[in-house]
Nanobody
């Protein structure tokens, strides 16, 4: 079992920045990928970014490249999502996900564990 706890969400003005954190605990071997997804009201959950345990494999949703940065600190078992130049359309519940595989996916189905989500609200 793996437990994921997100934090760092909140209300920010358009153009502002936030950094989300996802702390993992439990059976987190080195063979895994962690990712961020988001879901806005009335929309399907969408892929944001993913990172391998080594940190060398990083993938972003094409539309978010340049504004969002995923990183990790393995000593703290924590993955981060830095978000800059936030727009009202970035408002969503952001979820951290864990896949017990070295392969990332931009589809939520293959991920084995999920956090409870953290709300990001962007005011215009």
């Amino acid at each position: 079992q793996v437990q994921l706890v997100e934090s760092g969400g909140g209300l920010v003005q358009a153009g502002g920045s936030l950094r989300l954190s996802c702390a993992a605990s439990g059976r987190t071997s080195s063979r895994h990928v962690m990712a961020w997804f988001r879901q806005a009201p009335g929309k399907e959950r969408e892929f944001v970014a993913a990172i391998t345990w080594s940190g060398y494999g990083i993938h972003y949703a094409e539309s978010l490249k340049g504004r969002f940065t995923i990183s990790r600190d393995n000593a703290k078992n924590t993955v981060y999502l830095g978000m800059n130049s936030l727009k009202p359309e970035d408002a969503a519940v952001y979820y951290c996900a864990f896949r017990d595989s070295r392969l990332y996916s931009d589809y939520d189905g293959p991920y084995d564990y999920w956090g409870q989500g953290t709300q990001v609200t962007v005011s215009s």
